[in-house]
Structures are given as structure tokens and as C-alpha cells.
């Protein structure tokens, strides 16, 4: 095996991606602090901490079994890693592994920490980023990614500040978790049929492409009216409303999908990366309202 750089390594674990999962755990202490007062800072860096390691490990080993089942090949995109030979497989794999170790023993420190309750979000956790691949290649990686990356950061975020499941967290819940589950569902939809040549499912070939980007459009103009209407209903500040700055780019994102049916794949070559932009702008915005 070739010896690899720390830029190597980083670059395996694809870490522009991690916003898809640090923005949750992010956006649900602001929240919690604008709602409740919560200044428990310590537990939920902790938190955050262990989420963004979990995705580095999930990534890795997502891209082990993509290219061990022919679903990641030399004209397939995304991360070249496997594929160009930088690497190989056993390498992926325990850098994986490895990765899990720190992140389960952060979160058996914060169960320490709080209590019992908290280990089965934590399970839920390893059950989605161990088992992703298999559910992936079954049509159910949209939920997955939905439960892994808006339910379980919101609620083990809440109890390690709080020490309780708070319920009224749906409503960041739905609108952050909607985007991100747009990222995977820009980039399947996009590779639909290297996924066909590989013999897997997923929920965008099952749909089809043009029902495919009537859900995409839906998940991320729906998250933009879902802030509106808490913030009329009074669930959320007026300041919320800075999340409106995201329409520029939502709807240059939707037009790009809309062009699918006529170009092809080469007009949402990298709508998935734009998806993840998008994410990264309206968490943040989100975010910061609750603070100002």
C-alpha cells in the first residue's frame, strides 16, 4: 500500500460534506437557546463533535461498499478515491472503522454524562450509518438520511443541553432535514443510470425523472414556506425571515433540475454540491436568527 498525506485522508472522508451534518446540531442550539435559554455549550460541542466524526465514517464506509458492488466506477461521479486507485478497499474500510471508535466513545461519554435515554439515539445512529449502504441500495436512503441528518441530531441534541426530548424541535426538524435529504436526492437522481448498470434501487429511479424533479423543487422551496408560516404563526422570530435570502439560489437550483427532462444528466452534473451550498446558507441564516 502507498503511503498517504493528511490531505489524502481528509479528502477520503469528503469533508465538504459535513455541513449536512453539523448544520443540524447547529441549528437546533440556537434554537433551543432562543426557546428555552439553554446555554449548555460544553455537551452540545461534544455532540457536535461526535456527529461530524460519525459522517466522516459513514462516508467512508459508503464508498467501500459502493465500490466493492460496482456502483462507484472510473466514469461514474463524485469521489475518485477507490476508483482512481489512490486507494484500496481494506484502507477505506478501516479508515472507516477507525473513525467509529472516537465517535462511539464521545457518545458513551455524553451517556455518561446525561443519562440512558440518550444510547438509543446513539444506536439509531450506528444502525443508519453502518447499515446505509444496504438500505441505500433498497430505495430507503432519502429516510435514512431524513432520520441521521434532522430527527436524531434535534432530539440527542436536546438531551444532552436539557436533559429531555423536547417535541416542539419538529418544527426545525422539517425544513433542515428536507434540504439535506435534497442533496442525496439531487445527486441519485443524477446518477440513475450507472446506478440501473450497478442493479441497485433507489427512491429517484423508482419515482422516475419527472416526478423526480417535482420533489426536488418541493424539497427545497418547501422548507423556505414552512419558516414563513412558523413565523406568522409565532413559532419562530420575525428575524427568521432572513432565510428568504436562500430564494436566489432555490430557484437557480430548481430551474437546473427543471432542464433535466430536455439536457439530461449534464444539467444537474453538480446539482448535488450546489444542493449542499444551499443547505450550508440556509442553516446558517436559520441559525443565526435565534441568536440575534
Request: aromatic content about 12%; charged content about 15%.
Amino acid at each position: 500500500m502507498d503511503k498517504h498525506s493528511l490531505k489524502d485522508w481528509l479528502i477520503a472522508v469528503r469533508p465538504w460534506s459535513f455541513p449536512a451534518s453539523a448544520m443540524p446540531v447547529i441549528v437546533t442550539l440556537a434554537y433551543l437557546y432562543w426557546a428555552y435559554g439553554v446555554t449548555n455549550l460544553q455537551n452540545g460541542v461534544l455532540a457536535l463533535v461526535g456527529i461530524i466524526i460519525f459522517h466522516a465514517s459513514g462516508n467512508a464506509w459508503s464508498d467501500y461498499f459502493d465500490f466493492k458492488r460496482g456502483v462507484d466506477r472510473t466514469d461514474t461521479f463524485g469521489v475518485k478515491t477507490l476508483t482512481s486507485g489512490q486507494f484500496v478497499p481494506v484502507e477505506i474500510r478501516n479508515l472507516a472503522l477507525g473513525l467509529l471508535l472516537p465517535a462511539v466513545a464521545i457518545g458513551l461519554w455524553l451517556v455518561l454524562r446525561t443519562g440512558l435515554p440518550l444510547l438509543w439515539i446513539g444506536v439509531g445512529g450506528a444502525v443508519c450509518s453502518l447499515g446505509y449502504p444496504w438500505l441505500k441500495y433498497r430505495a430507503f436512503g432519502d429516510a435514512v438520511i431524513f432520520v441521521a441528518y434532522a430527527i436524531l441530531p434535534a432530539l440527542g441534541v436536546s438531551y444532552v443541553v436539557m436533559g429531555e426530548f423536547v417535541s416542539d424541535l419538529l418544527l426545525i426538524m422539517v425544513p433542515v432535514g428536507l434540504i439535506t435529504v435534497a442533496i442525496l436526492h439531487a445527486n441519485n437522481t443524477r446518477d440513475i443510470e450507472t446506478d440501473m448498470r450497478a442493479e441497485i434501487s433507489t427512491l429517484a429511479m423508482k419515482l422516475g425523472k419527472k416526478t423526480d424533479v417535482y420533489l426536488y423543487i418541493f424539497e427545497i422551496v418547501f422548507p423556505l414556506l414552512w419558516v414563513v408560516v412558523c413565523v406568522v404563526l409565532g413559532y419562530f422570530p420575525y428575524w427568521s425571515l432572513l432565510v428568504m435570502l436562500g430564494v436566489l439560489p432555490a430557484v437557480a437550483n430548481a430551474r437546473a433540475m427543471w432542464r433535466l427532462p430536455k439536457e439530461g444528466i449534464c444539467a444537474i452534473s453538480n446539482l448535488d454540491e450546489k444542493t449542499a451550498k444551499l443547505q450550508l446558507l440556509f442553516s446558517l441564516l436559520f441559525a443565526v436568527t435565534f441568536l440575534i
